[in-house]
């Protein structure tokens, strides 16, 4: 008997066909056609964008977008947030994550997990609208906690050295249980006989944790940074609700700003920008797969 | 006989809907704006019955995007309602507003429309809104809490910085909370802040905010500069608005006024019929914004002018336009006046008013009008979007010397007018 597979049938081949065609026409329809259509879209001349027979105007929406110092300086700040809640979500989650796993905590893990699920559940526009009170500078519980240890005021959105720091909690606080989820479903699945392997061969919790644990955390650990990479890289409703890419500009990311131009009718310019921040999105995710999926020397 | 009356009926059903038509205007005055319509549809109805109005209100940040994409679209509502510089912006992304010159010209009586009136209508060479209301804005004082802290209407602005440290620290509200700040602005949104320096400015009995007719900058004049250093000092070094007000936009404004957090504030004629019956239940007196100079006469400020517009696109364009002069005439009018506080006839019935509506009604105070550079100087959105950010910029990180604050701004606005004049 040949090794090799048998070969499948032609009548088994159209059926894989004839199964896979509607999600094909799906993806299509409802995933590429809008990219191809909004790219379409910032070639044209706003006015009219949304006409039947649209005017060209070629890559002057890119020149224009790109020679806006509102829009550099919007990038710059998109970026900037996307790597610090990246960094900030994915080691709280894992950290938090191994706490659960841990022995430490006992027969209150449930309701460790609970309350760390719920904010992922819970209405965006719910959650953040507390944020935003909780942030109130004049009887928002956030400075009226401070002031009652004795620490100084916060900024909160209030300021524009401390707006980016605000959402970026109101964010961990909405995301975190996510991604501690997919780090729980990892460590469940992790080889615990490696780890006790590792304590006979006299290695302390922290190498066990670092050394043999956290390299078998890999899938995880990639699946988080690339869903939060995509997901803060396009950040919009946090800063909707709380801040409207206040105050003075400092949360006006990219996704935000290129509303603020669709609302205006600006469509060209707004589907140009929209366009820059999904080669950036898909660029930065394949290089964080990439780089994730790499195997260990 | 069966026969025959069916076809009676069958006839009237398709003459009903052969001739019935309805017009559709877009606002954003909310519900005194729909019940405003609702009456004046009414009354155009008694010469045009088969023609119903239909008006929709959305929140201003929406009527924006839906407008333009209906009339981009070629769905536009018959007509669109707002305020002039609204309506340019529309007419700036579509390019697809009906010249109105004509329709007005074809109104018998319009008497009442000043040159400014008529000025600002017009933008890129044509009429792109037929005046309905003049925008008057005056200013506001709860006058329970004048009353708590001893104080009356502040007719200048040392007058007005004093109470407001009183509405600060007097606890006016009588609730036992240190909870209560002098002014309610705004200042979050492109506009905000320069529309309430627009007030403190012309309020003062100033002509010009940021450019003059001949386009110079006027800001480091020297009773310019006054009242700029002033108005920036109350968002920073004196305090007097809440700390949020950096991220403050028209909502959260009005939240603060109605939410009886703040005691001196706009009143603008379309919120006194709601404010004299509900949220400040006539707890308000209103005035001439403060005075900052002895020789100069504080004011009520025109602020502009909301019109009628009539997209090229509109379904039934005549029967729009038509539509549209009406609101002209005098029963439209006087139910603009009852419904959303303003009109521009003069020829109107307003004893009935409370004696606040009256006070806008009557052009009682002092007015001083906006100066709408806008339709001078092309370039005035940009430039003005530039002076926001640098105002907004000294308010997030106040410098430590406004007068070389000012001139600087000034010298770096003239730069950038220079370079936008050139295109």
Redesign the interface.
Known sequence: MSSMTPPVSANRVWVFYAFALPFAALTIIFGLWPIVLSFSVSLTK???????EPIYVGLENYLSVLSDPIFRASLISTLIYTLASVVANVLFALGYAMLLHSTLIGPGRTIFKVAMFLPVVTPDLAGYAVWRWLY????GAVNAFLDLVGLPAFGG????DTAMIAILIAELWHHTGFFVLIFLANLAICDRSLEEAAEIDGANRWQRKLYVVLPQMRPSLVINTVYAVIQFLKTFTVVVII??G?????TNFVSYYAYRL?????YGEAMAMASILFVIVAAVALVAYRIGDRRPS | MIKRLLASCAFAALATGVSAEELVIWHDLGDNGIAWFDAVGQEFAKTHPDVTITSVSYPT?QW??RV??AI???TAPDLIYNNYERVI??E?????LADMAGPLDAVDDTGFLTEADLNVASYGGKMIILPIQRVQMGFGARSSWLEAVGEEFPATWEDAKRVAGKFMTEDPDGNGED?T?GFALEA??PRDLIHMLDLFIFGAGLRHTLIDPEGNIVIDAPEHAEVLKEFLKTFTEYGYV???T??H?FAEMYQVIEGG?AGMFRVGDWNVKKWDSEALEGDFIVGEWPAHFDDKENAVVIGGMRGVAVPENSPHKDLAIEFAQFLLSQPAQQLALENVGAAVRDDLAVDDLSERRQYFAKAQGNLNAYDFPESLHAFYPELEATYH?KL??A???PPEDWDAFISQTAEEMREEAAKLSQG
């Open positions: 706003s006015a009219t964008a949304l006409r039947a109130d500078q004049s009887f959105i209030a300021s524009p801040t409207k206040g105050p003075n500009g400092a669709f609302d205006q009718g600006r | 940040d924006y995007g333009i994409s981009n679209t070629d912006r529309i700036t992304q579509t390019e697809n909870d700040f979050a949104n809440a700390p949020d950096i991220n936009s957090r950010r907004l910029d308010i997030a990180n």
